[in-house]
């Protein structure tokens, strides 16, 4: 049972334009959801991160949507640019440790 | 600081036989994790660990076996490696915060295994 998923496996966009990258998770454990960034050959890195008692966090031009509700998370990038392409994923973490990631979405963004 | 290293960095197996990967974190971080990235199948956690002497299983364990003997160090061990083990491995670690939450996990390079 896949508890995070990602089903857009690509998205493409105009730099400048805003990315938006989706995320559905099953878990009703997990209290913290977190993005990453990965580049070819190189581990994932840290992005932004939301805990279950907010609906939005902003850190420059990254900004990470909650639905609660809907178990529904996104993630925001306005303006996209060139050096944001890269395979970017979601992941639910409760408090029991585990770290639950969904299977990436990558993004390619078009100077 | 180093942050996460993985040992070794490429590897090539022969079906059925035996390897340890070894990942060393040198940020005092509780939570040390296994991965496995496959195409199209994102990151799969094989087995995590919560603190020195604990470990647990994650989605993929079958296969898998680990050790955390120290709080810097832990080891995943593949007994009988099989071609569908063939995969790049992640190991990243983290800590908790005041509140409990678990934070952002540092990962290290990657190990890419092949098994023939």
């Known amino acids: 049972d896949q508890q995070v998923k990602q089903n857009s496996p690509s998205l493409s966009v105009q730099e400048g334009r805003i990315s938006i990258l989706n995320c559905d998770y099953t878990?009703?454990?997990?209290?913290?959801f977190l993005w990453y960034k990965k580049y070819p050959a190189e581990g994932p890195t840290f992005l932004i991160s939301?805990?279950?008692?907010?609906d939005k966090n902003e850190d420059g031009r990254f900004t990470v949507f909650l639905n609660k509700s809907a178990k529904h998370l996104s993630l925001h990038i306005v303006p996209s640019q060139p050096g944001d392409s890269a395979v970017y994923f979601c992941?639910?973490?409760?408090?029991?440790?585990?770290?639950?990631f969904g299977q990436g979405t990558t993004l390619q963004v078009k100077p | 600081n180093a942050g996460v290293t993985q040992t070794p960095k490429f590897r090539v197996l022969k079906t059925g036989q035996s390897m340890t990967l070894l990942c060393a974190q040198d940020m005092n971080h509780e939570y040390m994790y296994w991965y496995r990235q496959d195409p199209g199948m994102g990151l799969r956690l094989i087995h995590y660990?919560?603190?020195?002497?604990?470990?647990a299983k994650g989605e993929v364990p079958d296969g898998y076996n680990v050790s955390r003997l120290k709080k810097q160090n832990f080891l995943l061990g593949l007994e009988s490696a099989a071609p569908s083990q063939t995969s790049v491995y992640f190991c990243?670690?983290?800590?908790?915060?005041?509140?409990?939450?678990?934070?952002?996990?540092?990962f290290g390079q990657g190990t890419r295994l092949t098994v023939v």
């Open positions: 990243a670690s983290s800590y908790t915060s005041g509140t409990g939450y678990n934070t952002e996990a540092f």
């Open positions: 660990s919560v603190g020195e002497g604990t470990t």
């Open positions: 878990n009703s454990m997990f209290d913290y």
């Open positions: 939301i805990s279950s008692i907010k």
């Open positions: 992941s639910g973490s409760s408090n029991t440790g585990k770290l639950i």
